[in-house]
Nanobody, 124 residues
Framework: QLTFVESGGGLVHPGGSLRLSCENS????????VGWFRQTPGKGHEGVSCMSGTDDTTYYADSVKGRFTISRDNAKGTVFLQMSTLKPDDTAVYYCAVEVSGGFDLDEHEYDYWGQGTQVTVSS
């Protein structure tokens, strides 16, 4: 089973920033859609952002638009999520995911490979 290693989570004050990374150096991301999801206790995965593997088109959930930026390094098999102006409502476990079927969406059921998750806590 292919997995991705996530890093960059932690505790940050409201208004602060974090940069999440998600890597599998043995996997090249060319042509695959990559996405970020988050999950809070008792809830399913909420789609945060995704980036197309064909033309790098990006999509953001309204809740993070203008504050989060998704990017990728295909050769290194790494996906990033730059998070700025963080709010307490952003507190969650964040997961990266890769969709190899060619789609471009934030339907968690369409994604094939997942990271192990990293905790982000925004609190004063």
């Amino acid at each position: 089973q292919l997995t991705f290693v996530e890093s960059g989570g932690g505790l940050v004050h409201p208004g602060g920033s974090l940069r999440l990374s998600c890597e599998n150096s043995a996997f090249t991301l060319d042509y695959y859609t990559v996405g970020w999801f988050r999950q809070t206790p008792g809830k399913g995965h909420e789609g945060v952002s995704c980036m197309s593997g064909t033309d790098d088109t990006t999509y953001y959930a309204d809740s993070v638009k203008g504050r989060f930026t998704i990017s990728r390094d295909n050769a290194k098999g790494t996906v990033f999520l730059q998070m700025s102006t963080l709010k307490p409502d952003d507190t969650a476990v964040y997961y990266c995911a890769v969709e190899v079927s060619g789609g471009f969406d934030l339907d968690e059921h369409e994604y094939d490979y997942w990271g192990q998750g990293t905790q982000v806590t925004v609190s004063s």
